[in-house]
């Protein structure tokens, strides 16, 4: 048996402590638990422990038809559901060799975009939040409320749209509603310098963010880490340009794919802003296609029973937070024999091993934050 007795003296500077961090569910993010090992304040190793709220997606995907389980695939990142679902539509057209109406292709392209701003704004408010800064808090869910009010407006959902189908959408647009979208974009990209300035120029901010948590562009690679976190490592890639789908590939005049090499929580941060506003210009873009667009379907008609034919396929999507991607295997009936998730946040957070080990617990909020997930996105 050993002892070790920790008072006043030179005892407790070889002593690591044990930390948990959770699990608890701290802003937006979801139930996840970290365990660090300390040396003083410094963390020595840390160890992400994810499975606290554990839905099991994938095996309820095996038990329910190709129009059921998109109710299943929405819900895995709570705040990116339209995009959830469209991963898994564009995989079982694919499988049918189904054409989707041109109409539809742009409609989904516009809400997969209005989608990507209002997973950003909550990131841009709450990231502050965790800061001590509650003001941009107030001012990402006014702007969310304006482009809430038209997504509810055209699929009757707040949070979980269900309005992709097989083949297309739900239904038609409602009379005016372009206009309406059009206006609540306007309004929001009015408002954006709010972030910009008082975000970006708040010297506090960027005295807590710049030169924290260093995300290496190898560790990028080594671990699968996606979207804006590791274009903020440097990493030049996105779906949207290098492998278009929807209407991206008509759209590479107006995308802009932002990257930064600084990797730590600040060039994270700008990352995502900037992702916002190029969100905007292509909302704008999709609209101005709409207009030109004549009228239309805007889905194609399906049997009663839909039955993907025997074979398999992979359709992965730039959802707001990083890959995403649906491994769909048919036995040519009308439920999946199995359907893998793989999702952005659960990379994403891997990276945490690395990323922590040697920062300090009083930036380790700060790192966190910046790794914008959502840990139902984690625990598919």
Same mark, same amino acid.
């Given at each position: ?34 365990? #660090?090992? *300390? ?6 190793? !840390? ?12 095996? =309820? ?17 709570? =705040? ?92 038609? &647009? ?6 309406? !979208? ?32 260093? #995300? ?29 789908? &929807? ?7 107006? *995308? ?16 995502? *802003? ?5 969100? #905007? ?5 999709? =609209? ?7 009228? %239309? ?23 707001? &937070? ?35 080990? %040697? ?22």
């Amino acid at each position: 048996m050993t002892e070790t007795t920790i008072g006043v003296g030179g005892a407790a500077d070889s002593t690591d402590m044990v930390l948990n961090i959770g699990p608890q569910h701290p802003s937006t993010h979801g139930v996840l638990r970290l365990r #660090l090992v *300390l040396d003083g304040e410094r963390i020595r190793s !840390a160890e992400p422990i994810v499975g606290y709220m554990h839905r099991g997606a994938e095996k =309820l995907f095996e038990a329910r038809d190709y129009r059921q389980i998109v109710m299943l695939a929405n819900r895995h990142d709570w =705040l990116s559901a339209f995009s959830n679902e469209l991963g898994v539509v564009l995989a079982v057209e694919r499988m049918l060799g189904m054409e989707v109406p041109e109409r539809a292709v742009w409609t989904r392209t516009l809400l997969a975009e209005l989608n990507r701003v209002l997973n950003h704004l909550m990131f841009l408010g709450s990231y502050p939040l965790e800061l001590g800064g509650i003001t941009p808090i107030f001012y990402a869910f006014t702007e969310r409320e304006e482009l809430q009010h038209v997504m509810e407006e055209i699929s009757g959902g707040r949070m979980h749209y269900m309005f992709n189908r097989v083949g297309g959408l739900k239904e038609d &647009l409602p009379n005016g509603w372009l206009g309406r !979208a059009r206006h609540a974009v306007a309004e929001v990209r009015s408002r954006m310098d709010r972030f910009d300035d008082l975000v970006l120029g708040n010297e506090i901010f960027r005295g807590r963010t710049r030169g924290v948590g260093v #995300l290496a562009r190898s560790d990028v690679h080594a671990y699968g880490v996606s979207g804006p976190i590791a274009r903020g490592s440097g990493v030049d890639f996105d779906l949207r340009r290098d492998e278009p789908y &929807l209407a991206y590939g008509e759209l590479q005049d107006t *995308l802009k794919v932002i990257t930064r090499t600084e990797g730590d929580c600040l060039a994270r941060f700008e990352v995502l *802003l900037a992702q916002t506003h190029n969100a #905007l210009d292509l909302a704008d873009a999709c =609209l101005d296609r709409l207009a030109e667009l004549p009228q %239309g379907p805007i889905n194609q008609r399906l049997p009663k029973v839909l039955k993907a034919p025997e074979g398999h396929t992979y359709a992965w999507t730039e959802n707001p &937070l990083g890959l995403n991607g649906y491994y769909l295997v048919s036995k040519g009936e009308k439920t999946p024999y199995r359907l893998k998730l793989r999702s952005a946040s659960y990379n994403n957070i891997q990276a945490l091993t690395v990323l922590l080990p %040697g920062t300090l617990v009083s930036d380790m909020v700060a790192i966190l934050g910046s790794m914008f997930f959502v840990v139902g996105d984690v625990d598919k």
